[in-house]
Structure formats: structure tokens, C-alpha cells
């Protein structure tokens, strides 16, 4: 053999020998990671076992009909107890669940006379829990019945004892009712409505009731925030903005941080009672007093992107929405006519802007959002937000100068009846940046087809003259320009086309989360991933009601 085939022949060997030896390591990974798996599959095993193993056993009645009842860790079962038929065999029926998760209260049953207060014969237990309506919560009540106090007393004690174990219920809430928002209904719904249910849970509460617009700010920086696990606000979205902008202020002076937003050590609960409920309807998916309840007494955390809103430097506000332009202009002719039904008030000021329709002179810079794999870490690069979108910053800022009737930031998707998918479908809650939607000059009509398809399924945003970004940052800078004011612009029968002429330092409204904030300057919004925590939970649809019908 020659000595080219003899080398030849090593290498097939060698080939050979380096193939066997890959396959028996691949052999020996592949049998090692089988083991990983069956022993996470039984430790798994395990704890399920140790959850779901029997805590208590006992014979109630449900209804007219005694039922065995199987009380774990985790839930409670009931199934009817039933004679055999003739033929020697049971009836097998499906047995009835309750998760403990969904329990928030359990009670002795008594009977008692007409007066009596205290005491009685006891007539078992009683377990108050949720049960779900679409999005909706409800009230239930399971009934046991047992004769006997001392198998009635361990049942509910074991319960009780249970139910304790689930944390991030509340026992002690600071809570703020605004009783001017809306319909003045406020305290009649927490009256009503929710403090039967905190009473039933054994939630204590702190009630204040504001008697002017930045109350409840004034007191939160005030108040001793380490006795309570939560705080509620019973009110509209300005409320809530003004809540949760406390919150958020108070961990800052907290943690001695002016510069970077601090993330709040307790939850807010939000009760709604006003005419929009923009953040309530985003956490619960509707606009019911009973269901935010259950949420707050069930533990129910969601954890929530927030924005913050400066200019030249000064924190303006914390919030979760901005709107510049149409926004900020309805909103501020709906304020100037607050004797108005806010239904009324809203329809008027839309149709007005509507007339005078203009578009705002401004540029528009943004910084598009990180991939969405590193969204839910608190970013690093907050401090760079801060630079001028035209220097060191300018690779990663994209600005745009135009014409533009809208402009919209929005942490959160702002769902509520009239616009049951949100104003800003595309986001979410705690994804880690916003939804920009910038709406730029067109006529009249186009635009009432716009604003008309939020109220729709889809097709807001298929417009060419309507733009999405998903974005970590947003820079607005109005042209400010001296001339005339717009009623004159009107009167003297300016194109629609003209935009919006200011006078020298007039001050530009903007909507943020339902408030006017009126600003001369420049604004920097900044996307701060979930800063804050709220009780509810991730929904993708509102309940949806007739809108406005005036367009």
C-alpha cells in the first residue's frame, strides 16, 4: 500500500474514532439532560402532592344533599354522596371545585333571632369568593352546613389559617375618595359597593376624602406609608393620575433620588367613579366598582410601565398617557365648561376643535425601543434620554419637523368603553415602552374617519397620513410663532391648512392622562419600565358601550 492510501486510511480511522467518541458524548449529554428532566418532573410531582395533599376531610351539606368534602392546600371539592343502585354500582358524578385563590372570606354560621347580634346555634361555614363573568368579578357565597361547633370551628380555623398564607392580599389600606369626580358618586359606590367587601375580607382602612385638586399629593407626602399594604382611589383618571404621580413622588423623597423614579413599595387599587376610567379599564377590563374590590382584596398585582414628562430640565409629571394637539385642545374647551354634563361637555368639545380644526407647527424626535427580549429589565440608558436628540444621541433619535393635528404617547393601551381595543392596542402594560401615534395634516373629513375607527375593531392606524413607533422616548418642540391667535385665524377664514399660531410664551395644552397641563416649551416624555404596581391584571378588550354619536 502506498504511503498516500496508508495516510488516507489513518484519516478515515481517526474520522471514525472522533464520530464514535461524539456520538457516546452526545449519548451521555442527551441520557444526563433526560435525568435533569424526570428529576424536575419529580420534584414537581413532589409539590404538587404537597400542595394538593388532604388537609381536612369532613361530611356537609349542600343544599339538601350531603356531599363529601375534601379540603388541600389549594382548593376545595365537594361531591354529592349517593346510594348505590340496585346493581351495586355508585352513581360517579363530577365533583364540585373552589380554588383558595379565588376565596377572600370565611365565616361561622349562626342562627340567630330577629336583634340578636352575637352568638346562636352554629349552622357551618360560609366561604365568600369570585367567581368570573368575562372580564367581569362577582361575588359568591359557597354554603356548608354542619350542625357540629367543634367540626364547624376546625374547618374554619384551618381555613382562616390558609387563606392567610396568600401575602400580597392587604390587610390595612390608605384610601382617597374624591367626591366631586364625575357624577359625584364616589362616596355612594364606596359606600355601596366596596366597603361591605373590605369589611367581609377583614380589610382594615384610612379613609380621606380630598376637598380640593392636589389633596390627596399633599397628604401622601405627609403621611406614614409603613402601616399600610396599599393604597385605593376612589375617583375618575384624574385621580388616579394624581395618585399615582404621589406615589411615585413619595419613593423618590424616600430614597433621597431627584434624579432617576423610584419604584413605590406599595400597590395602588383603583376604584373607578369617573367618566372614562381610562387606567381602571386597562387593569380590569371594565368599568365596575365590585371587580376592582375583588382585586384588591384577592391580591391581584400587575405591575405597570410609567412615563415621566418634563421640560427644560423640571419633572413636570409622572403619568401613563400624553396627547398633544387635538387632545390637548378638546380637553382644554371641555374645562373651560365644566358646568356641563361630562357627557355633554366631551361631545361639545369635540365638535368645536372639530370646527376649528388646525394643525400644530413642532418637531418630533423619538428613540425607538429596545428589542423586546430586554424590555422587562430596568434599562441602564434612562440617563442618555436625556440628551439633545441633535447631538451625541443623534445616531439613535429619529426627528421629524411637520404639520401634525395629533400626537400621542402612551405607556399603557388606554382601553375604556369607547374605545374598547384602547387608543393604543399595539402596547401593553408592562412591555417597557410606549406606543407614539402621530397624525399628520389632512383634511377635516379623513381625520373624522380616523378618530372614528377607535370605536371599531381595527383600521385606525391604516392611514398614510397616520404613523405608530414603538418607542423609549419622545421629544416634542412646538413652533412657537407670534401672529394671530387662532379665534382671529378663524374669523378672518385662515385654510385649513394653516397651523396653529401661538403668541410670544403662550403656554401649549396638552392632555395628560385626562388632566390639562398647559407648558410653553419643549417636553421630554420618558418610558420608565414598570415603575409602579396596580391591582388587576393584563387584559386585551374592554367592555364596550354606545359612543359618542356626534361624529
Known amino acids: ?244 404621580h404621589a406615589l411615585v413622588l413619595r419613593a423618590q423623597l424616600d430614597a433621597d433620588s431627584p434624579e432617576k423614579p423610584v419604584k413605590p413599595v406599595l400597590p395602588l387599587g383603583i376604584i373607578p367613579a369617573g367618566s372614562t376610567d381610562v387606567v381602571s379599564c386597562s387593569v380590569h377590563g371594565v368599568r365596575d366598582p365590585v371587580t376592582a374590590a375583588l382585586h384588591i382584596v384577592l391580591g391581584h398585582l400587575q405591575q405597570v410601565d410609567m412615563c415621566s414628562f418634563s421640560s427644560l430640565g423640571q419633572l413636570v409629571r409622572f403619568g401613563f398617557s400624553a396627547m398633544f394637539g387635538f387632545g390637548g385642545r378638546s380637553l382644554a374647551r371641555a374645562e373651560k365648561k365644566r358646568w356641563m354634563s361630562s357627557t355633554r361637555r366631551r361631545e361639545y368639545a369635540l365638535v368645536k376643535t372639530l370646527a376649528r380644526l388646525r394643525p400644530e407647527d413642532c418637531q418630533l424626535s423619538f428613540l425607538p425601543a429596545k428589542s423586546t427580549t430586554n424590555l422587562f429589565v430596568l434599562r441602564d440608558e434612562d440617563q442618555d434620554l436625556d440628551q439633545d436628540p441633535g447631538t451625541e444621541g443623534e445616531e439613535s433619535w429619529t426627528t421629524n419637523q411637520g404639520l401634525y393635528l395629533s400626537i400621542s404617547i402612551m405607556s399603557i393601551p388606554c382601553l375604556s368603553p369607547h374605545a374598547p381595543q384602547g387608543l393604543a392596542p399595539n402596547t401593553s402594560l408592562a412591555n417597557g415602552s410606549a406606543a407614539l401615534i402621530a397624525v399628520g395634516n389632512t383634511s377635516r373629513s379623513e381625520f373624522i374617519k380616523h378618530l372614528k375607527r377607535y370605536s371599531s375593531s381595527s383600521g385606525q392606524f391604516s392611514f398614510s397620513f397616520v404613523e405608530t413607533h414603538t418607542v423609549s422616548a419622545v421629544r416634542i418642540r412646538p413652533r412657537s410663532l407670534t401672529g394671530l391667535s387662532e379665534e382671529e385665524s378663524e374669523e378672518e377664514g385662515e385654510s385649513k391648512t394653516t397651523p396653529i399660531i401661538q403668541s410670544e410664551g403662550a403656554a401649549f395644552p396638552w392632555n395628560i392622562d385626562g388632566e390639562l397641563v398647559e407648558i410653553a416649551n419643549e417636553v421630554l416624555i420618558r418610558v420608565h419600565p414598570r415603575l409602579i404596581t396596580l391591582y388587576g391584571e393584563e387584559v386585551d378588550e374592554a367592555e364596550s358601550i354606545i359612543s359618542c354619536s356626534c361624529i
Open 1 to 244: 500500500m502506498s504511503e498516500p492510501e496508508e495516510e488516507l486510511q489513518r484519516e478515515k480511522r481517526d474520522s471514525a474514532k472522533k464520530k464514535k467518541k461524539e456520538k457516546r458524548s452526545g449519548k451521555k449529554k442527551k441520557k444526563e439532560k433526560r435525568e435533569e428532566e424526570a428529576q424536575r418532573q419529580v420534584e414537581e410531582e413532589e409539590e404538587e402532592e404537597h400542595s394538593d395533599c388532604v388537609v381536612l376531610r369532613g361530611i356537609f351539606k349542600l343544599g339538601k344533599k350531603s356531599h363529601d368534602v375534601l379540603l388541600t392546600r389549594t382548593r376545595l371539592t365537594w361531591t354529592p354522596i349517593t346510594p348505590e343502585n340496585p346493581t351495586g354500582e355508585a352513581c360517579v358524578q363530577q365533583p364540585g371545585v373552589v380554588l383558595l385563590q379565588d376565596v377572600f372570606a370565611v365565616k361561622v354560621k349562626r342562627r340567630r333571632a330577629a336583634g340578636q347580634e352575637s352568638g346562636g346555634p352554629v349552622l357551618g361555614v360560609a366561604l365568600f369568593c369570585c367567581r368570573r363573568r368575562g372580564r367581569r368579578l362577582e361575588e359568591d357565597t359557597l354554603h356548608l352546613h354542619n350542625a357540629s361547633a367543634e367540626h364547624t370551628h376546625t374547618w374554619y380555623n384551618t381555613l382562616k389559617e390558609l387563606l392567610t398564607g396568600f401575602s400580597s392580599r392587604p390587610r390595612y389600606l390608605k384610601v382617597f375618595i374624591n367626591p366631586s369626580s364625575h357624577k359625584k358618586e364616589a362616596v355612594h359606590i364606596y359606600r355601596d359597593h366596596v366597603a361591605p367587601l373590605f369589611k367581609m375580607a377583614d380589610v382594615r382602612t384610612d379613609i380621606t376624602v380630598t376637598e380640593r385638586k392636589g389633596h390627596a399629593l399633599s397628604v401622601m407626602k405627609e403621611c406614614k406609608l409603613d402601616e399600610y399594604d396599599g393604597v385605593v382611589c376612589v375617583g375618575g383618571d384624574g385621580s388616579v393620575a394624581e395618585l399615582c
